[in-house]
C-alpha cells in the first residue's frame, strides 16, 4: 500500500500564481484533511471531507479551496498565492471513529 | 471550542535516560488522544492512540501514554530513550464527529545527548 501520495514535494511560487496540491490515498478511507504547518503553530486544519462530494472549511480556510469528486483524491488548490501561505502542507485519511489519521509526506511551499 | 497544550517546545535527555513528554487538553467530552512523532522532513507518524478502557495505552517504539481525566493530561513516557527518537512529538485531540478533525499541539522538539 502506497498510503498517502502527495505531489509536488516541494513548489515555489510567485505571489498571485495558482496552483494545485495533489493528494491522493488508497486505503478506501471515507475521511481527508489538510493541515499546514508553520514553526511554533503545531498544525492548523485547512479544509476536511467527509466522504466523496462533501467538504468543509477548517481552522484557516481562507485562500484555499477544495473538492472531493472521489474517495480517493482530495486537491487543495491555491487561488492567488501570497507570501503567508508559505508553509508546509500535510494531507491526512482516515476511516471513521476516531481511530487517527495517516499522513502524507507533505509538500514544503514557498510564495515569493 | 478544543485546545491543546505542550507546555516544552525544547527537551534535551541522554540516552538511556527516561523521557516524559507532557500534553493537556482542553474538551467537552472524553476525546480521542494521540500522539505523533515527525522526523526532519517527515510526515507524521501515529505512535498511540486513546479512545476508552485502560488508562494506560502502548504505542509503537516503546512509547506509552497515560489519559488521566481528573488532570486533562495525556503525557508520552518511555523508559530508556534512544538516539534515533529525536524528533518533534504533537499530541492531537480529536472530535468524535464530524471528520475526526484534530487539534495538535505546538509540539515538543526532543534533543538525545549521546
Known amino acids: 500500500n502506497a498510503g498517502v501520495t502527495q505531489t509536488p514535494k516541494f513548489q515555489v511560487l510567485k505571489t498571485g500564481q495558482s496552483m494545485t496540491l495533489q493528494c491522493a490515498q488508497d486505503?478506501?478511507?471515507?475521511?481527508m484533511s489538510w493541515y499546514r504547518q508553520d514553526p511554533g503553530m503545531g498544525l492548523r486544519l485547512i479544509h476536511y471531507s467527509v466522504g466523496a462530494g462533501i467538504t468543509d472549511q477548517g481552522e484557516v480556510p481562507n485562500g484555499y479551496n477544495v473538492s472531493r469528486s472521489t474517495t480517493e483524491d482530495f486537491p487543495l488548490r491555491l487561488l492567488s498565492a501570497a507570501p503567508s501561505q508559505t508553509s508546509v502542507y500535510f494531507c491526512a485519511s482516515s476511516a471513521p471513529g476516531g481511530r487517527g489519521y495517516t499522513f502524507g509526506s507533505g509538500t514544503r511551499l514557498t510564495v515569493v | 471550542a478544543q485546545s491543546v497544550t505542550q507546555p516544552d517546545i525544547h527537551i534535551t535527555v541522554s540516552e538511556g535516560a527516561s523521557l516524559e513528554l507532557r500534553c493537556n487538553y482542553s474538551?467537552?467530552?472524553?476525546?480521542?488522544l494521540f500522539w505523533y512523532v515527525q522526523s526532519p522532513g517527515q510526515g507524521l507518524q501515529l505512535l498511540l492512540k486513546?479512545?476508552?478502557?485502560?488508562?494506560l495505552v502502548q504505542g509503537i517504539k516503546g512509547f506509552e501514554a497515560e489519559f488521566k481525566r481528573s488532570q486533562s493530561s495525556f503525557n508520552l513516557r518511555k523508559p530508556s530513550v534512544h538516539w534515533s527518537d529525536a524528533a518533534e512529538y504533537f499530541c492531537a485531540v480529536g472530535l468524535t464527529g464530524g471528520g475526526n478533525k484534530l487539534t495538535f499541539g505546538t509540539g515538543t522538539q526532543l534533543k538525545v545527548e549521546l
Open positions: 474538551y467537552g467530552a472524553t476525546p480521542y
Open positions: 486505503m478506501n478511507h471515507e475521511y
Open positions: 486513546y479512545f476508552s478502557g485502560d488508562t
